[in-house]
Structures are given as C-alpha cells and as structure tokens.
C-alpha cells in the first residue's frame, strides 16, 4: 500500500527563525512556501478555523522537510518539555552529514544547542551527535566513517 514516505512535518514556533536554521544553517533548498485557510486546512487538520504557514526544504538526496507554523492557534507546550529524547511521538529526524566534527562547531558558534561532540558508534562505522533546532525539536546528525 505505502510507495514511499513523502516528507517530515515539523510545528515550528517562529517560520522565519526556522527557515534561518534549516536553510542557512544546515544548508537545506526552500522548494515552496504558502499560507493555508478555509475548510480545506481545516478537514485535513481537525482545527476550526485553522490558519498556518509552511515552508517546504529539500535535502541534497530529494527528501522534504515540512516547517509549519501555527499562527491561528500555536503550540502550547511547557518549554522544559522540549526535546526530551524520550517524549511520545516523533523522537527526531536524523540526517547524513560529511564533516560532522565541522558542523559541530559551527552549530556552536551560531548557539544552538549540542548534546555532546560527535561521538563515535560502538561499532565504530559512524561517529553521531544530537542537536536541537531553534524549538528544540532534536536532530540526530550521523556521518558514515568509510573503513
């Protein structure tokens, strides 16, 4: 039944400083943008009177990341609940990178938040490292160590 998995949604706070991270930061296409009303959005997403905006990022390999914003009824959410590795639901979204030590640094240097430095897997075949996005939203960045 399924062909293959479309894209990743993620509910950003702020659609601008997302878009600064994703895009600028780490490098990802901004393919489409748009804002969405009106009984169509609303069916799809259960909301009354929804209104969002989203801004739709490709990655070099061709999958999407979806940013959406909720601007008619934002998340609510108790900010020290954010970014827990072990919350319900979607845990994060995990990409392939060359040069993570590079990235590390200069996730650093912009401020966002870093676990740890890359660290190297048990089976030494990738050195891995969690960050978070601007709302927290964890990130897992995994470089392959050719042997």
Known sequence: MIRSARHT???VRDLERSLA????????????????????????VGIPGVRLEWAKLRTPDGHII????????PE???DGDIGRAN?????HVAFTVD???????????????????????PDGRCRVMY?????????EFVEEINR
Do not use: K, M, W
């Open 21 to 44: 991270f994703y895009r600028d930061a780490l490098g990802l296409s901004l393919t489409a943008r748009a804002a969405e009303s009106g009984p169509f959005i609303e069916a799809v």
């Open 76 to 78: 609510d959410g108790v």
């Open 87 to 91: 919350r319900l639901g979607c845990s």
């Open 131 to 139: 960050a978070h996005d601007p709302d927290g939203i964890i990130l």
């Open 99 to 121: 040069e993570i030590g590079r990235l590390h640094s200069e996730l650093v240097r912009l401020g966002f938040r870093v676990n740890s430095a890359p660290q190297a897997s």
């Open 9 to 11: 949604g993620l509910v």
């Open 66 to 73: 979806e940013l959406l914003q909720y601007h008619s009824h």
